[in-house]
Structures are given as structure tokens and as C-alpha cells.
């Protein structure tokens, strides 16, 4: 059973900076994919970032140059560095592990960005 536990949501203001955990419970975490999701009220979920095995990354264009995707294999969790954030990124975001084609979710983290 693979959990991907969330933390680091919160308030800040526009302008200001978070940063997400996702803490996973899988032996074998370096070798997976691992994503940011984000959903917002009245909206479908959407891929904020991916990081790979190897440590290549994707962003959604909203995002790009102002978020960060990061992993640490020694403590099987990623992280969402999220810079000059905007009353837009205002969402849940959800932890994903893609493991041999199966998608496993965490329970998500509310951010909101609010003056």
C-alpha cells in the first residue's frame, strides 16, 4: 500500500512563497515518477509539475519559472518550492506517484493566496 502524505499548504499573501512536502511510503521511491497536481474550486485537476527518476522536470506553463520541483531519495520525498504566487495558484494540491502505470494520490494540501 503506497501513501503519499502532503504538508507545507497554508495562507500567503500574493507575492509570497511556499513550500510543499510530500513525504511517500514506498521502498523503492527513486525509481518512480513524481508529480504536483493542483484543483481548484469549480475546476478540473491539473498537472502543476513532474519530476522523473532521473531527475528531469516538467511544468505547466502557468507555473514555469516560478515553481520547483525537487526530490530527495534518501528521505522519499518531493517537494514543491512555489515562488511570486498569485491569487490563481489558489487550489488544492495533491501529491502523485506514478508506479508501473498505477497512479497513487495523497489527500491534498489547501494554498491559498490571499491579501
Known amino acids: 500500500q503506497v501513501q503519499l502524505v502532503e504538508s507545507g499548504g497554508g495562507l500567503v499573501q500574493p507575492g509570497g512563497s511556499l513550500r510543499l512536502s510530500c513525504a511517500a511510503s514506498?521502498?523503492?521511491?527513486?525509481?518512480?515518477?513524481m508529480g504536483w497536481y493542483r484543483q481548484a474550486p469549480g475546476k478540473q485537476r491539473e498537472l502543476v509539475a513532474l519530476?522523473?527518476?532521473?531527475?528531469?522536470?516538467n511544468y505547466a506553463g502557468s507555473v514555469k519559472g516560478r515553481f520547483t520541483i525537487s526530490r530527495d531519495n534518501a528521505k522519499n520525498t518531493v517537494y514543491l518550492q512555489m515562488n511570486s504566487l498569485k491569487p490563481e495558484d489558489t487550489a488544492v494540491y495533491y501529491c502523485?506517484?506514478?508506479?508501473?502505470?498505477?497512479?497513487?494520490w495523497g489527500r491534498g494540501t489547501q494554498v491559498t493566496v490571499s491579501s
Open positions: 502523485n506517484a506514478n508506479i508501473q502505470s498505477s497512479y497513487y
Open positions: 514506498v521502498i523503492t521511491f527513486s525509481f518512480y515518477t
Open positions: 519530476i522523473a527518476s532521473g531527475g528531469s522536470t
